[in-house]
């Protein structure tokens, strides 16, 4: 079998490169040469633990080989962006290019799978797009859109392990998809309709970010109130029937914060808890840029100086160097907009160093500083000790204190 990948990026090389290693031929197709460049090489363009070995394994037996344009295939499978365009519109064209790109090469009894991230419905337009253009196609192709559910940082097991929907646009396009994951996922492989997996995507994200909203909302008043969140939600979880996540400086990464809006883009009306949620998690993001400048505020009354002031954690989530719709990046340079004086320390102990923030070693910085604002609770902060001579914010749960 050989399977065509359009888009090697977060997700699209991963499963690439672990499709070649189960068996199948693999094609990788980028627009940008550097890319196919850099696989053909044998490397992996971002850091995913894991991928690099086995990239370099396929790409040296040949099984994985990349191009900027298709080559005549059984299975094409389209892994590409979907951005938004204006306010929060998804925008599908690179999905509909992508579509258009492998037109030439269909031919009867082809599986063509969608994976990218897709308003409800895409699937079937891609369908109306393919017919179309090649009417002689019409009933004699397989199409399924068949969403990822890979965590950035665990990607190689997860995507072997998950269980994966499978949502064709007709029963036989669902069984000869599942056919083809079955060549290389461990997981349960469930069978639905297009609209169904499309929408189960986005639920999965959505859901998430409604629960993280909830447990933010709660750091939020638990501040007012004097509690400490931490315990409290640790105490309201004994309950059989209660499991609240934990609070943060905000949401961040390409899908949580995200995915979201594609639906509430297209039902507004009806997704009044979906929206309500993203705007929580981003305003997390301002009340805790606004509790910095006032604890600086009045540090310089107390003290009549600047404070020191340490931010630790540039990346959306613990433990990766991903900066993708960071929150804690937006908090750090909304925190130093118009503060020249104060002398920050910006921590990122996952990255070497950044084009715009000077970085600092974290116990450096958590010795010298007078304010130390936990924005990510990476495991080396968990590592420090806790110091009742400075300031501590800990706005994703270090000290838990
Ligand atoms: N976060 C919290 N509190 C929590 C958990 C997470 O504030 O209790 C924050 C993180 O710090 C981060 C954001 O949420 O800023 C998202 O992190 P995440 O680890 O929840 O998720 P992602 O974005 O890395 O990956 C998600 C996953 N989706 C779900 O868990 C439902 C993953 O399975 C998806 O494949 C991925 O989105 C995607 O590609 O859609």
């Keep these: 079998m050989k399977a065509c990948f359009i888009g090697l990026g977060y997700i699209g090389l991963p499963t690439a490169v672990i499709a070649a290693d189960n068996g199948i031929e693999v094609i990788g197709v980028d627009i940008n040469p550097e890319v196919v460049k850099s696989v053909n090489s044998g490397k992996v363009h971002f850091s995913e633990p894991g991928l690099d070995k086995i990239c370099k394994k396929v790409t040296s037996n040949g099984t994985l080989k990349a191009y900027t344009e298709p080559q005549t295939s059984d299975v094409y499978v389209i892994v590409v962006p979907t951005p938004f365009k204006g306010n929060h519109e998804p925008d599908v064209s690179y999905v509909e290019s992508a579509v258009t790109t492998v037109l030439p090469y269909l ?35 397989y199409l399924s859109y068949c969403p990822e559910r890979v965590l950035p940082g665990n990607t190689v097991y997860e995507l072997i392990h998950n269980d994966r929907v499978i949502g064709g646009i007709d029963e036989g396009s669902s069984e000869k998809a599942a056919g083809f994951y079955s060549h290389f996922v461990k997981g349960s492989l469930y069978k639905t309709n297009a609209r169904t997996a499309e929408m189960c995507k986005l639920t999965e994200n959505a859901s ?19 509690i400490n969140v931490w315990e409290l939600i640790e105490l309201a979880n004994k309950h059989p029937r209660v499991n609240i996540l934990q609070p943060g400086s905000g949401v961040g990464g390409h899908c949580i914060a995200v995915d979201p809006y594609f639906i509430t883009s297209e039902f507004p009306i009806e997704s009044q808890l979906i929206g309500k949620a993203r705007e929580i998690n981003n305003y997390k993001a301002f009340w805790c840029s606004e509790k910095i400048l006032s604890t600086m505020k009045d540090f310089n009354l107390r003290e009549g100086r600047e404070p020191v002031v340490a931010l630790m954690g540039l990346s959306f989530k613990p433990n990766i160097e991903d900066l993708r719709e960071s929150p804690a990046k937006y908090i750090v340079s909304k925190v130093m907009q118009g503060h020249n004086n104060a002398d920050f320390l910006i921590v990122e102990p996952n990255i070497e160093t950044h084009k715009v923030f000077k970085l600092t070693d974290y ?17 080396e902060f968990k590592k420090l000790i806790f110091r009742d001579d400075k300031v501590i914010l800990d706005f994703c749960g270090v000290f838990k204190k």
């Design 208 to 226: 998430r970010d409604v629960q993280i909203a909830f447990a933010n909302e709660l750091s939020i008043i638990c501040e007012k109130a004097h």
């Design 107 to 141: 031919k009867e009894g082809d599986l063509c799978i969608i994976e990218s991230t897709c308003p409800v419905g895409t699937t079937e337009k891609m369908a109306e797009l393919i017919y179309s253009e090649k009417p002689a196609l019409k009933d004699k192709i």
């Design 363 to 379: 116990a450096e910085a958590y010795d010298t500083a007078d304010i130390v604002a936990f924005l990510v609770a990476h495991k």
